[in-house]
């Protein structure tokens, strides 16, 4: 998925850009000779194009389901952990606010 996917050309050629030598006439392009048969008895065939694969295999939809699922437990245990350290926090600075108002005021009996 991830992998460049470089187009491959059918029907090779073998020409480059042909070089036009004088303007106004056409180029023309030498096309290499075909190669001669060989004297060997087996059949001559065109060799056939790999089966192109459409589709994905259980393994890979297995995979990517495993990928998935960890993923979400790796998020929701980093949400989870941050949640729970706000709430640390939070909880530790309302105790020092009591302790530090009770540190600060004064005494009942010197309130006159």
């Not at 075909?34 to 890979?60: E, F, K, L, N």
């Not at 495993?66 to 600075?93: D, E, Q, Y």
């Amino acid at each position: 998925m991830f992998k460049p996917h470089i187009p491959t050309n059918p029907t090779p050629t073998g020409e480059i850009i042909p070089v036009i030598t004088t303007l106004g006439q056409t180029p023309t392009v030498h096309h290499a000779p075909a190669p001669a048969p060989c004297a060997c008895h087996h059949p001559h065939t065109a060799p056939t194009a790999a089966p192109v694969r459409t589709g994905m295999s259980p393994g890979t939809v297995i995979a990517l389901a495993t990928a998935g699922t960890a993923g979400v437990v790796v998020i929701g245990v980093v949400l989870v952990s941050m949640l729970l350290a706000v709430v640390l926090v939070s909880a530790s600075l309302a105790i020092v606010a009591l302790a530090l108002r009770a540190a600060l005021t004064p005494p009942p009996s010197l309130r006159r």
